[in-house]
């Protein structure tokens, strides 16, 4: 009976026991974080597209940790959040509902028949087919409905390294389904405005990011963004000019 605690307690352990130190110091102490992102080459309106998610995410990011605003030269120890947006490319054309359940049906009847249940098959068939043909039709209407627009497939790989260090503290692949559940709906007048629906992806992505990072880092958000200095930039700027000294009335 005594074993059984130490049972229990062997994944916890085994657990703290992989857990890198440097991770861990990251996590417990965050330095200040710069953001990369990379598009693919031959991406039209390349750098649109890096200046708007790389602001999304600066923006997002400030409310969880101290980041470092474009051209801040970054402090010592900063850690660079390094995005690798691998496709951006327009929505292929969904199946429709009716080939959807076509398919499944076709295929759950032909395991069937093969499985010895031929006098069922059919019957099998048909209904597994009319499910996944409804199921496909509402999961469309629901996208469209709430979005009000179609939005591009983005996906990409996430890194959070630091300097000298040659393993990343943390990576994560970003998928599109989960960049589009993400995404907020636009106001019917600005659906059509090519601008504001890839200022909206870029939210979208950096809300997924910025999610996984504080699920895994155990970050809490800020009452307001914060954002770093250079405190050698404070130094050369120069101080106020003082008001004249008023004259002395006789």
Known sequence: MRRAPILLLAPLMLLLACQRPEVEAFRQRPTPVTVSVSLPTGLADREGFQKEYASALRARLA????VVPEGVKPPVGAVELQVDIRDVSPAPGEPSPAAVGVAVGATVGALSAASGNRGWSVMDGLFWGLWAG???AMAQEHTRDRLGYRPQVVRAQVRLLQPGNPEPLWVEA???????EAMDPLPPGARDDDGRIREEEAKGF??????KLSTDFRWTRFTEQRFYEDPAAKRDEAPPARPDPEPKKD
């Open 174 to 180: 970003i998928e599109p389904s989960e960049v589009v």
């Open 134 to 136: 409804s199921h496909a």
């Open 206 to 211: 950096a809300r997924v990011v910025v999610q």
């Open 63 to 66: 409310t969880r940790v101290v």
